[in-house]
């Protein structure tokens, strides 16, 4: 899976294995077929014909068509996975408003969104090494597992966030960043992105050769390329 002449750590290896399988398994809302079926059309999102002419327009939103879709996942769903994976910078609400409309809730949307971004975190590095995408697992099967209501918060984003105590002081900020509650509605998509997210970037005892404030830097970096709002 990782034959390639640069280092890559062990602890990496494992935690892409654990999200792979972490995917293939029923999640709260749904099913492990489904999970692995999203990982497949956001990579058949990067070949697109209609995602390409979102991309070259002024607005994704004047261009219509149909996906070149790989799955029977729902359109409204294959269309938001498609614009996250390759527009993620021009959503809007429509768009999640769109999937409501579809009949489908926010846990799925919320859910799929998670697989998606899993299934880039290892997609990416593999890219980077000059490595083929891994193959997914073959699906488990079983209907989603279901979930204990979560704490959340209606804090004026699309979706409810974690409920998280606020800190004191002058600006009365949350004591967790709303990147780590914005998928709170769905505890389980939570660990899922985390737990390969982790392995690459951490707030503190960065597992690398260089220092925290040079990861910080890195990560800014990127980020501002990548035009991510946050």
Not at 4 to 22: C, F, G, I, N
Not at 107 to 134: K, Q
Not at 169 to 194: C, D, H, Q, T, Y
Request: proline fraction near 10%; hydrophobic fraction near 45%; glycine fraction near 6%.
């Amino acid at each position: 899976m990782y034959e390639t002449p640069y280092p890559v750590r062990s602890d990496l290896k494992q935690k892409h294995l654990e999200a792979w399988r972490m995917i293939a398994s029923p999640g709260p809302f749904l099913d492990a077929r489904e999970r692995v079926q999203i990982v497949h059309e956001a990579r058949a999102a990067l070949s697109c014909g209609l995602c390409r002419r979102r991309l070259e327009a002024l607005s994704p939103n004047v261009v219509a068509g149909v996906h070149d879709a790989v799955s029977d996942l729902h359109p409204a769903l294959v269309d938001m996975i498609h614009r996250v994976r390759t527009d993620p910078a021009r959503m809007t609400k429509s768009v999640f408003e769109g999937v409501l409309a579809a009949g489908i809730p926010a846990e799925r949307y919320i859910e799929a969104v998670s697989v998606v971004c899993t299934s880039v975190i290892v997609d990416t590095l593999h890219n980077a090494l000059g490595l083929p995408v891994p193959d997914t697992l073959p699906p488990e099967p079983g209907p989603p597992t279901g979930q204990e209501p979560p704490r959340v918060v209606d804090a004026g984003a699309w979706v409810p966030l974690t409920d998280v105590a606020v800190e004191d002081g002058v600006f009365g900020l949350p004591r967790s960043p709303n990147i780590a509650r914005a998928m709170g509605l769905v505890p389980g998509a939570v660990a899922l992105f985390f737990l390969a997210f982790r392995a690459h970037y951490a707030l503190r005892d960065v597992p690398l050769d260089i220092n925290q404030a040079q990861a910080e830097f890195i990560a800014s970096r990127v980020s501002a390329i990548n035009e991510c709002f946050y």
